[in-house]
């Protein structure tokens, strides 16, 4: 990366950028840390606290706000300045965190948790927004690698980590190890993290994110009740059509809207979104279900699953890196990246659909790897996507809109196939929560089955978002920071499809 190829926004320069960058990575460990430790520690916090009706919920409570959230960060990020937001979300995020170490029943858990969701829902999606601000398109792929290393390192000590903090101290500390990580990287964005002041005089859309924070959350909340049958699950079904209606006739009139339909219009970010939220979808499935088959299928406890989780995330720093580097030194443009890793993910699929109790370490080591490299060909790439489409000025709202698509998949990804898994497994009881390795014996081959129906459903919906890529423009990525305007990417920039297919 040149010097003149770095920054111009607000005179950074080279070291300026890459300490910014440095910052942004203390958020991108928050994350990670989190999403990764908690799945290791939620069956022992179920023991403890009692409450196994409530289990799903302290996972939708944090899913909720976090999406939700998402799209607000993105619309303040634009009014305010990313880093004041990027302040208010890791610091939201710290505190819901002691809160939740510190909870003493399982009310308290689900209410804390949807308090580090409101954090959370900004961690990730301003990191992109900051990055994108003192880093060209073109370029920001390298820098994409570099977050994408954080969270891979990050996943992979989460596992470990959880296990371990459970085993040998107490669950609590898989939440509270967040505060003083928390702390310093509040003390890091606000001391070292220079951007120019960005302060624009435009209103929120509180009605619209009314709407959409009810649709989400009527959504998810049906989801996840799996019943689809059921008067309950109808209703809150037939609320997120209506809300869904209304929230898309907000947009037309309000005078400023949450999210302007005329950024979804363009085929590059109507396209890019669709995929994303395929993805979700698809996702959800390995990166999910693959810790369930190493510990329940295997018999592996936590710390051993954590470390059998290690090709996958190197692959998916590996993939991220490599389309990275490809994309600011070779190609310039980042459709055939991202058609290309859409494929590997679907193939990825289908290998663990083909793992059983008896399958080797290999195999499943050899699908992790694949599913990683497409990961990190795909996710982050598609954000590149859409904010090399629109003006600077709407950068966050686009990016978070990016992240909301994917989470709404990831979601749906959850609640459909948890509904499949729990649909082909009978007798399990309590024990499965509290210690999966009893259930190794009894029911192991029945949760082969069931996730090797999981894993087999989502190849159709990656063969979809195969076909979609196809229909990407091939656009040249941007080599500067400057805005285009309103009028978006220059036309002689674009290349046709039509004309010159995939290069």
Known sequence: MTETGVARLGGLTRWQVRTVLVVLLSGQLLSALDQTIVGTVLPTIVGNLGSLDDFALVVTAYLLTSTVSTALYGKLADLY???????????????????????????????????QGLGAGGLVVLAFTISSSVVPPRQIGKIQGLVGAMYALASLAGPLVGGAFTAYVSW????????????????????????PATRRDHTVDYLGALLLSAGVSTLVLATVRGEWTS?????????????AVLFVLRLRTAPEPLVPLALLRGREVAVAMAVTFLVGVA????????????????????????????????????????????????????????VAGSVIMTISLYLFSTLTAESGTWAVWGAEAV???????????????????????????ITAQAAFFRTIGSSVGAAVFGAVVAARINGADRVVYTDPRALHAGLAEQFADALRVVF?????????????????????????????????????????DSEKGIR
């Open 456 to 496: 087999l459903a989502g190849v159709p919906v990656m063969l979809a978002a195969v076909v979609l890529t196809l229909l990407l423009p091939n656009t040249k990525l941007r080599a500067d920071v400057s805005p285009w305007g309103d009028e978006g990417p220059r036309e002689e920039e674009q290349d046709s």
């Open 231 to 243: 008067m309950p699950t109808i209703a809150l079904l037939a609320a997120t059509l209506v809300l």
């Open 81 to 115: 300045g990313p880093k004041p937001m990027y302040l208010v979300a890791i610091a939201v995020f710290t505190v819901g965190s002691l809160l939740v170490g510190l909870s003493q029943n399982m009310g308290q858990m689900i209410a804390f948790r949807a308090v």
């Open 371 to 397: 599913l990683g490299i497409g990961m990190g060909m795909v996710i982050s790439k598609l954000i590149v996507a859409v904010q090399n489409a629109v003006p600077r000025e709407h950068m966050g709202t």
């Open 283 to 338: 996702i959800i499935g390995g990166y999910f279900f693959l810790p369930i088959y190493l510990q329940v299928v295997r018999g592996q406890d936590p710390v051993t699953a954590g470390l059998n989780l290690l090709p996958l995330m190197i692959a998916v720093m590996v993939g991220s890196g490599i389309s990275g580097w490809l994309i600011a030194s070779v190609l310039g443009r980042m459709k055939p990246v991202v």
């Open 172 to 195: 609590r500390w898989a939440f509270l190890v967040n505060v003083p990580i928390g702390v310093l990287a509040l003390i890091a964005v606000a001391g070292l993290l220079k951007l």
